[in-house]
């Protein structure tokens, strides 16, 4: 089956034809740049059929991996078996999966999602530096930034002290030493967090040439999605597996999309890229998303930008308007009002095109003041607040059950099993007993929870049944499918029996929902003749657990969370200054890289839209008088010192 490439346009034909050597495409929003980086990868898996090799898609969601992994999969069947499409954080774990032992590694080292299980770590690490150094003045919540950002930037343990002190930073030995101290518990813990995900994996590959050269014969083509989201390690790890004698290296990029500063996105890493790879540049300026008049303040907006790259061309609209009043301006006395005018001019349009719209703004207490607002105009909003962990007793306790099986001296995930079983059933069940039973006997956790629990006596029928069928199956043979399946079965039973809130209930069924639906992109990414316990657990660790928006509810989002997506009907709002730009961004100075970034978080935010855009504004927001933002005046929207709507 030949693919149809009839309905791209010229640039996104080159783009999908360039066959080898290294390329940036330049793609401005709504540039079809997904539908470019499929056909590429279909294209080349079409035309070599019979052959071995595989092809790496990097992007940076979990929901963009698969969202092109379907399309490919839709171009060419069975694609699968030649590519890995993934995120930067799960190919390390895969890598460091396979060949983390080099290192000091097991293949089932967990994932620590949650700051909280970080700072434990941390404060056992503080606790062996004061012994070395005496006194520790910094607090673990202190320290923990610089933790993070010396594994951003992937420095070796021993190194440390001798960089900080190259960077005249106070207390250099006491923080290095801490550093230093930090990893080595996580190896020896066999855990890691994100960052130490991706220093890891450039220790790995920097030590060990012979596993970069099997990464290149296996793949000799990789693609990159949003590029300039990449913080140093990322790229660091590109550079690392990308063969240096044929650099077959496709970077899909948008200057004008750098939203992730704080995380260690730069735009000097494209200069960097230009740099260390002779590159050719491709540019997809067409939008075939936007109305003709947000591309007209769009292009005007971003030319502001410093970090601006003055040879791009401008956005290219492509889509008619269908409608009047494209844009709208509206201010208001307060933010309140604001809020509320915004609530009910949802709630005037038709019921089934409501969760066709989103509302935008730069932060959530702005967004909680919307929803409010919604909720009282009967309009039902939702707020996409990232979830690290189940929460829901039911889940909580399965999620540590199968940690537990994976880990059976873990006590942590010990004391999770029995505090979300006594939350399930109110029966208490000692964790410093069951250990001292687990180290007289066999020395697993698992097994003496289970001999601690069917002891009780308060357990009624069903329980026990479950405790000696279910949990022996998962602690003797591991079948954590059959444990997942039963659990479910047996959770469906507790929660009928009508001692449960509703919200509980609730919760739960959104839970297992979200489970449901992670355990398939895990699946989906690896095959599930790959998925043993181990890698099931790494897989659900990489991502958030944050449920599904309700049907026809109508999303507020913050322009961070919205990237990406696109709406028929987007609300901009709070757009004054000290919300957007942030205050943070006007003290740094109109020409710092904080104003820059702001400046692009309104591009991104303008540029999801479909049919049409209202921004709105206040001229007291939270107590505090404010003024228009510059942003506005920029896209000649409002006029300096002038309050007038347009």
Same mark, same amino acid.
């Given at each position: 089956m030949m693919i149809d490439l009839?309905?791209?346009n010229a640039n996104q034909l080159e783009s999908v034809n360039w066959n080898e050597g290294p390329l940036l495409v330049l793609a401005g929003p709504g540039s079809g740049k997904t539908q470019v980086l499929t056909y590429r990868i279909a294209r080349i898996i079409e035309e070599s059929a019979g052959k071995h090799f595989r092809i790496l898609g990097i992007t940076f969601t979990n929901r963009a991996a698969t969202?092109?992994?379907k399309r490919i999969e839709s171009l060419v069947p069975n694609a699968g078996e030649r590519t890995l499409l993934t995120t930067f954080h799960s190919f390390c774990v895969g890598l460091l999966r396979q060949h983390g032992h080099h290192i000091g590694l097991r293949p089932d080292f967990t994932i620590l999602s949650?700051?909280?299980?970080r700072k434990s770590v941390l404060n056992d690490a503080i606790e062996k530096t004061r012994k070395e150094y005496g006194e520790v003045t910094y607090r673990c919540e202190q320290l923990l930034p610089f933790i993070t950002r010396l594994l951003d930037? $992937?420095?070796l343990a021993d190194s440390a002290i001798e960089v900080l002190q190259e960077h005249n930073i106070k207390s250099a030995e006491v923080i290095g030493a801490t550093y230093k101290y930090y990893r080595k518990l996580m190896r020896a813990n066999n855990e890691l967090d994100f960052s130490g995900l991706l220093a890891e994996t450039i220790e790995l590959l920097q030590e060990k040439p012979a596993i970069r050269k099997q990464i290149n014969r296996i793949y000799p083509f990789i693609c990159v999605d949003e590029f300039q989201d990449t913080n140093l390690a990322q790229y660091r790890i590109l550079c690392n597996i990308t063969n240096p004698s044929s650099e077959n290296l496709f970077v899909v990029a948008d200057d004008d999309q750098i939203i992730y500063q704080w995380n260690g996105a730069n735009p000097e890493r494209l200069k960097e890229l230009r740099g260390d790879f002779n590159? $050719?540049?491709? @540019?997809?300026p067409e939008n075939y998303r936007c109305p003709p008049e947000v591309i007209e303040i769009a292009n005007k907006l971003i030319k502001y930008n410093l970090t601006h790259d003055? !040879?791009?061309?401008?956005?290219? #609209?492509?889509? @008619? $308007? !269908?409608? !009047?009043d494209v844009i709208q301006v509206k201010n208001f006395v307060s933010f309140d009002e604001e809020a509320d005018w915004v609530a009910s001019d949802i709630a005037l349009r038709a019921k089934e095109t409501r969760c066709n719209c989103v509302v935008l703004a730069r932060n959530h207490r702005l967004l909680g003041e919307v929803l409010t607002k919604l909720k009282a105009h009967n309009v039902l909003g939702y707020i996409a607040v990232r979830k690290d962990e189940f929460v829901s007793n039911p889940m909580v306790w399965l999620h540590a059950m199968l940690r537990l099986a994976n880990a059976r001296h873990d006590r942590e995930q010990l004391r999770r099993v029995c505090k979300s079983f006594s939350d399930l059933?109110?029966?208490i069940l000692i964790v410093e007993d069951i250990i001292s039973d687990a180290e007289a006997e066999e020395g697993d956790f698992l097994r003496a929870w289970q001999r601690a629990a069917l002891q009780k006596e308060q357990l009624d029928t069903e329980t026990k049944q479950f405790l000696i069928e279910a949990v022996s199956k998962l602690a003797d043979k591991l079948d954590f499918w059959t444990f997942i399946k039963d659990s479910f079965a047996w959770f469906e039973k507790q929660l009928g029996f009508g001692s449960v809130s509703n919200n509980s209930i609730t919760e739960y069924e959104e839970e297992? #929902?979200?489970w449901n639906n992670l355990t398939n992109e895990v699946i989906g990414e690896l095959g599930r003749d790959q998925i043993t316990l181990n890698v099931l657990l790494q897989g659900l660790d990489l991502r958030s657990k944050t449920p599904s928006p309700p049907d026809g509810a109508v999303p507020c989002y913050t322009i961070h969370a919205s990237k990406g997506m696109e709406f028929d009907h987007v609300y901009l709002v709070g757009l004054v200054e000290d919300q957007i730009p942030s205050w943070q961004a006007r003290k740094r100075g109109e020409n710092s890289d904080e104003m820059q970034e702001e400046r692009r978080n309104c591009f991104v935010a303008i540029t999801r839209v479909q049919q049409s855009l209202t921004l709105t504004y206040s001229h007291r927001v939270f107590g505090w008088a404010t003024e228009p933002s510059r942003f506005l005046k920029e896209m000649e929207l409002v006029h300096h010192n002038s309050n007038k709507s347009k």
């Amino acid at each position: 089956m030949m693919i149809d490439l009839s309905s791209l346009n010229a640039n996104q034909l080159e783009s999908v034809n360039w066959n080898e050597g290294p390329l940036l495409v330049l793609a401005g929003p709504g540039s079809g740049k997904t539908q470019v980086l499929t056909y590429r990868i279909a294209r080349i898996i079409e035309e070599s059929a019979g052959k071995h090799f595989r092809i790496l898609g990097i992007t940076f969601t979990n929901r963009a991996a698969t969202e092109m992994r379907k399309r490919i999969e839709s171009l060419v069947p069975n694609a699968g078996e030649r590519t890995l499409l993934t995120t930067f954080h799960s190919f390390c774990v895969g890598l460091l999966r396979q060949h983390g032992h080099h290192i000091g590694l097991r293949p089932d080292f967990t994932i620590l999602s949650q700051e909280v299980d970080r700072k434990s770590v941390l404060n056992d690490a503080i606790e062996k530096t004061r012994k070395e150094y005496g006194e520790v003045t910094y607090r673990c919540e202190q320290l923990l930034p610089f933790i993070t950002r010396l594994l951003d930037y $992937s420095v070796l343990a021993d190194s440390a002290i001798e960089v900080l002190q190259e960077h005249n930073i106070k207390s250099a030995e006491v923080i290095g030493a801490t550093y230093k101290y930090y990893r080595k518990l996580m190896r020896a813990n066999n855990e890691l967090d994100f960052s130490g995900l991706l220093a890891e994996t450039i220790e790995l590959l920097q030590e060990k040439p012979a596993i970069r050269k099997q990464i290149n014969r296996i793949y000799p083509f990789i693609c990159v999605d949003e590029f300039q989201d990449t913080n140093l390690a990322q790229y660091r790890i590109l550079c690392n597996i990308t063969n240096p004698s044929s650099e077959n290296l496709f970077v899909v990029a948008d200057d004008d999309q750098i939203i992730y500063q704080w995380n260690g996105a730069n735009p000097e890493r494209l200069k960097e890229l230009r740099g260390d790879f002779n590159l $050719s540049v491709l @540019q997809l300026p067409e939008n075939y998303r936007c109305p003709p008049e947000v591309i007209e303040i769009a292009n005007k907006l971003i030319k502001y930008n410093l970090t601006h790259d003055k !040879n791009k061309l401008d956005l290219i #609209a492509r889509k @008619q $308007s !269908n409608q !009047n009043d494209v844009i709208q301006v509206k201010n208001f006395v307060s933010f309140d009002e604001e809020a509320d005018w915004v609530a009910s001019d949802i709630a005037l349009r038709a019921k089934e095109t409501r969760c066709n719209c989103v509302v935008l703004a730069r932060n959530h207490r702005l967004l909680g003041e919307v929803l409010t607002k919604l909720k009282a105009h009967n309009v039902l909003g939702y707020i996409a607040v990232r979830k690290d962990e189940f929460v829901s007793n039911p889940m909580v306790w399965l999620h540590a059950m199968l940690r537990l099986a994976n880990a059976r001296h873990d006590r942590e995930q010990l004391r999770r099993v029995c505090k979300s079983f006594s939350d399930l059933k109110g029966i208490i069940l000692i964790v410093e007993d069951i250990i001292s039973d687990a180290e007289a006997e066999e020395g697993d956790f698992l097994r003496a929870w289970q001999r601690a629990a069917l002891q009780k006596e308060q357990l009624d029928t069903e329980t026990k049944q479950f405790l000696i069928e279910a949990v022996s199956k998962l602690a003797d043979k591991l079948d954590f499918w059959t444990f997942i399946k039963d659990s479910f079965a047996w959770f469906e039973k507790q929660l009928g029996f009508g001692s449960v809130s509703n919200n509980s209930i609730t919760e739960y069924e959104e839970e297992k #929902a979200t489970w449901n639906n992670l355990t398939n992109e895990v699946i989906g990414e690896l095959g599930r003749d790959q998925i043993t316990l181990n890698v099931l657990l790494q897989g659900l660790d990489l991502r958030s657990k944050t449920p599904s928006p309700p049907d026809g509810a109508v999303p507020c989002y913050t322009i961070h969370a919205s990237k990406g997506m696109e709406f028929d009907h987007v609300y901009l709002v709070g757009l004054v200054e000290d919300q957007i730009p942030s205050w943070q961004a006007r003290k740094r100075g109109e020409n710092s890289d904080e104003m820059q970034e702001e400046r692009r978080n309104c591009f991104v935010a303008i540029t999801r839209v479909q049919q049409s855009l209202t921004l709105t504004y206040s001229h007291r927001v939270f107590g505090w008088a404010t003024e228009p933002s510059r942003f506005l005046k920029e896209m000649e929207l409002v006029h300096h010192n002038s309050n007038k709507s347009k």
